[in-house]
């Protein structure tokens, strides 16, 4: 459960018992329905078949490919309400013939409200394209496209939620709620859809650990980063923020908290010389202090505050500093040294240097001091023990 | 004496202290090294079956606000599956073809894998004659291999059973499950000698433990029939409209569809010299 979402008295346990028996409640008419064996969504009758765990088989690559769906989790997933044939395009025939990938950004006829039009990702997918993890433009590809996420590398299609809530129960919010929904709206399936599909969007769906999997899961291999100019995510970790999440504070900062505060999407993530990044200069103020978000974390924030270092120094300090021989011959026309040379000011430098003595003043230090004690106490010791043995003579 | 005590204790000291910072630091200026140019380097042996053969399976954790559950998620499937069969421990077959051994023939692989995840492999695979046949199929649970009441209650979902159909034969008059103690113990104690056994010796070992096994399964009609399957349904515990729903027109137009092109292969197992590739269940 994620932190920061965690608001509330000291009868957890009890809150959450509840909570679960009323979420099995919310889940029954579910229950009723598939109990027939008939499911909505499967008007094609695909689940005829793949609604077996065992359909399946090994790939050409040896990988394990189970072509199971599991009806029940399918159906209060967020794509719950399409059919097969929408994003599986052209799996129609019997044997399946023209199995292609699935896109993301397929319309996939239903219509969207707002605009009437049909919906699709499209529009996501190239706000993400121009983003930071995205591949644009193809006239001028990214070094190491493979290294992208692509959709499904963060997504997968997840189970709707109901809503937690500092109002009380889940299930008795939903009943309040609903109760003034159906008497227009007469299909209580309908609205019950589609009061989960506003609850789902009213909370973060990943715990700050799980956050912080999903980021490091790529950003943790340096070699990776360092192919396209980063610091790998040591630098986050040897923070006072890294630590909060660490040892697991509430409301700690994850990836997401800075990167994408309130008012950014996690689908446009830009670098920070993109005056649209919430790392900006320009936004750091707003991205610290997070006014209007739910936790906005340091209020007071000012511009000298935000703009100092929030990440540790890396492998560019060194590079810049340390001259590119202590790492590498070619290095300094790498990717990597060019950014490390852009990025690291003067009065940066200065300060990686600094630290950096401080650091060996205390390595040699404290070996020392605790060095010479032991010696010292060893020492007497064994002056006690001889000064009995003669005492006792 | 003393002195090297002192020595011992710093360097101890050390490593309490400052050692892994020192090592850390080194470590990261050496992946650093000439970025931009290094490829990503092909998975190579054990990392490969690490992450080939071990990781395919991974779990993931949803938080559906009043509770987190954990559950098994294959590995690129964007569905959330949550597969809750428990391994067989029971059948000895798939301790050298795996759970999903169907990999020859391209319409017809995903059925049987699909099959032999309720089915035990010998129900196909052993064609009893004359006296052996028995007519006579029970359901095994797949953890305890213990015979267990049908699994197939009125709105269980098909296939999710934790319980497999086995056929019985008879043996000097007596009635007798197919996959016996004895059977079991002989593939067992094979899998364990098999390295030190000649060629010769292993190829009379496959072709004892196959000895049954028809050089031709039993195909999809022999069960999916109106008339005459090779299955009891109705003693299995299926209900008059599930029977309905597998023998209708649908299923069987279905089967035809995936089947007309097919052409019997006839199976010699233990002959041949290829090993099927070993699969991790």
């Known amino acids: 459960m994620r932190m920061r979402d965690t608001r509330r008295s000291g009868s957890y346990a009890a809150f959450k018992i509840m909570l679960a028996l009323l979420a099995a409640a919310l889940a029954f008419p579910l229950t009723a329905f598939s109990a027939g064996g008939e499911i909505r969504t499967d008007t094609e009758n695909c689940l005829i078949c793949h609604r077996y765990p065992g359909m399946g088989r090994f790939d050409e690559a040896g990988v394990k490919r189970i072509y199971y769906i599991n009806e029940m989790k399918f159906a209060n997933s967020v794509h719950g309400k399409l059919k097969c044939t929408n994003c599986h395009v052209g799996l129609d025939k019997i044997p399946h013939t023209d199995i292609r990938k699935v896109d993301c950004t397929t319309q996939c006829h239903l219509k969207e409200p707002s605009t009437e039009r049909e919906f699709s990702h499209t529009n996501m997918v190239e706000k993400y394209n121009h983003s930071v993890h995205g591949n644009s433009d193809p006239n001028n590809p990214k070094p190491f496209p493979e290294d992208l996420p692509t959709c499904t590398y963060c997504h997968d299609n997840s189970i709707r939620s109901p809503l937690e809530g500092v109002w009380g129960t889940s299930q008795a919010l939903a009943n309040e709620t609903l109760s003034r929904c159906v008497g227009c709206h007469t299909k209580d399936h309908w609205a019950q859809n589609y009061y989960l599909h506003v609850t789902h969007r009213m909370r973060h769906l990943r715990s700050q650990a799980e956050i912080i999997k999903l980021c490091t899961s790529c950003h943790e291999d340096s070699e990776k980063m360092s192919r396209h100019g980063l610091d790998s995510i040591a630098t986050f970790k040897d923070t006072f923020h890294w630590n909060l999440v660490k040892f697991k504070v509430k409301d700690a900062p994850d990836c997401i908290s800075c990167h994408v505060p309130i008012g950014f999407t996690t689908h446009d993530i830009r670098p920070k010389y993109d005056q649209a990044s919430s790392v900006n200069k320009r936004n750091r103020v707003n991205t610290c202090s997070n006014q209007g978000g739910i936790q906005s974390c340091h209020p007071g924030a000012t511009d000298d505050f935000a703009g100092g270092r929030v990440h540790a120094y890396g492998t ?77 003579h | 004496m003393l002195l090297g005590l002192t020595v011992v204790w710093t360097v101890m000291i050390w490593n309490l202290t400052f050692a892994h910072l020192y090592k850390g630091d080194s470590h990261e200026v050496q992946t650093a090294k000439d970025p931009g140019r290094e490829q990503p380097k092909p998975v190579e042996g054990k990392a490969a079956f690490q992450k080939q053969i071990l ?21 690129g499937h964007f569905h959330i599956v949550d597969i809750q069969l428990k391994p067989d421990t029971r059948n000895y077959c798939i301790s050298c073809h795996g759970d999903i051994p169907h990999d020859k023939f391209k319409d017809l692989r995903a059925f049987g894998n ?43 979902l098909p296939g999710t059973y934790n319980a497999k159909i086995i056929p019985f034969e008879r043996v000097d008059g007596a009635l007798q499950r197919i996959d016996s103690q004895a059977r079991i113990d002989f593939a067992a104690e094979y899998r ?55 023998v209708g027109t649908e299923v069987i137009g279905m089967i035809k569809n ?22 991790v269940q």
């Not at chain 2, 199929?137 to 305890?144: L, P």
């Open chain 2, 192 to 246: 364990k000698q098999e390295q030190s056994l000649s060629e010769v010796q292993k190829s009379k070992a496959k072709k004892i433990i196959h000895q049954q096994v028809s050089k031709q399964p039993y195909m999809c009609e022999s069960c999916h029939v109106q008339q005459g399957s090779l299955l009891p349904f109705e003693e299995l515990g299926y209900s008059k409209q599930r029977i309905d729903a597998f």
């Open chain 1, 316 to 392: 560019k300090a060194q590079l810049v500093v340390d001259g590119a021989q202590s790492i590498a011959v070619e290095a300094d026309e790498s990717l990597l040294s060019e950014r490390a040379r852009r990025d690291m000011s003067e009065r940066e430098i200065m300060n990686f240097k600094i630290l950096s003595y401080i650091r060996l003043f205390y390595k040699i230090l404290i070996p020392m001091v605790i060095g010479f004690m032991v010696c010292h106490q060893t020492l007497d010791l064994l002056a006690t023990l001889r000064k009995n043995r003669h005492n006792s």
């Open chain 2, 55 to 75: 990781d395919s399976e991974k779990t993931v954790k949803l938080y559906l606000g009043y509770q987190v559950l954990e559950q098994k998620q294959l590995l």
């Open chain 2, 258 to 279: 995936y089947t007309q092109f097919y052409l019997p292969h006839i199976l010699e197992p233990g002959i041949g010299s290829h090993e099927p590739e070993k699969k």
């Open chain 2, 114 to 156: 699909m099959h032999a995840s309720f089915i035990a492999c010998q129900t196909c695979h052993i064609r009893l004659e004359g006296d052996q046949a028995t007519h006579i199929f029970k359901w095994y649970d797949r953890a305890t291999g213990q015979i267990v009441p049908s699994p197939v209650k009125d709105g269980a």
